[in-house]
């Protein structure tokens, strides 16, 4: 009797801590004991939400305001998808409220995430099956890796279009690439006259000497300025008053000159005897 009391008593303790676990974890699900209620939404989804699973989570603005709760396909139309998820009270989910996929790194999982919404706009009307019901972007649930396909078909078909024209291209490339090679030596000689021309190195070429040349040509020139302007500064000064006193001199002598031979004319017989 004691060894069956023993595990009778063993097994409610169990039963008594499994039921613990699973309420504490209702608990936390629920808004952390807060026992708050949550509304149900309807999201319609045109096209696929690969990704998204009961269970996960739904964030606004990034935070976690709820769970999804089913997902289903629209018997009217199987390019949607309807999710219902579970939001707390008070989520300010408005008419203009944004719905997309939020992709969780390279697991492939997705949780729904809502944005924006103005302060004024609208609460979200019940549609016919009596739920409020928010209308996802048509490339809502494109995840990262459908838009890397997309991509890739595009850059695909984007070849395809053009492929006479890269063919030409190449085919411009090839031939330019052929003259070059024609012409190698042309191009070695042409690059040596250059060389030549520019120098390399520490060795100075014709333009670099002719260069030193011209500096050397117009230092002279500069030194020789400076001379000639000084020559000029003397002779401005001193040389001009020597000329004008050396043209005083030669007029004074000039006209001693015409007196004599004047004199000569008028009284030759002075020159013969003196008289």
């Known amino acids: 009797m004691e060894t069956k009391a023993s595990y009778i008593v063993t097994g409610a303790f169990t039963l008594a801590v499994i039921a613990s676990v699973f309420g504490f974890l209702y608990w936390v699900q629920n808004g952390a004991g807060g026992g708050s209620e949550r509304t149900i939404y309807r999201i319609v989804f045109a096209g696929s939400v690969s990704g998204l699973r009961p269970g996960a989570a739904v964030l606004f603005d990034g935070m976690r305001v709820g769970e999804v709760t089913k997902l289903s396909l629209d018997p009217h139309d199987p390019r949607r998808v309807d999710a219902l998820v579970g939001l707390d009270r008070g989520v300010p989910v408005r008419a203009d409220t944004k719905v997309s996929l939020a992709f969780q790194g390279l697991t492939g999982l997705a949780d729904v995430s809502l944005a924006g919404g103005a302060p004024d706009a609208a ?27 997309t991509m890739l078909g595009r850059i695909d078909s984007m070849v395809a279009e053009n492929e006479e024209a890269m063919r030409a291209s190449m085919h ?24 030549t021309l520019t120098g390399s190195g520490d060795k100075k070429g014709d333009l670099g000497e002719a260069a030193v040349s011209i500096r050397k040509l117009a230092d002279n020139l500069d030194k020789r300025t400076d001379e000639i302007s000084a020559g000029l500064v003397r002779f401005s000064n001193s040389g001009l008053k020597e ?13 001693e000159i015409h007196k004599v031979i004047k004199n000569i004319n008028d009284h030759p017989s002075q020159l013969i005897f003196g008289r």
């Open 123 to 149: 609460p979200v009307a019940a549609d016919a099956g009596g739920l409020p019901t928010i209308y996802a972007d048509a490339n809502a649930g494109a995840d990262l890796t459908q838009a890397a396909r």
């Open 172 to 195: 411009n490339v090839e031939t330019v690439t052929a003259t070059l090679a024609k012409n190698s030596q042309r191009l070695d000689a042409v690059m040596a006259g250059l060389e």
């Open 243 to 255: 000329y004008e006193a050396f043209a005083v001199d030669g007029r004074r002598t000039l006209a």
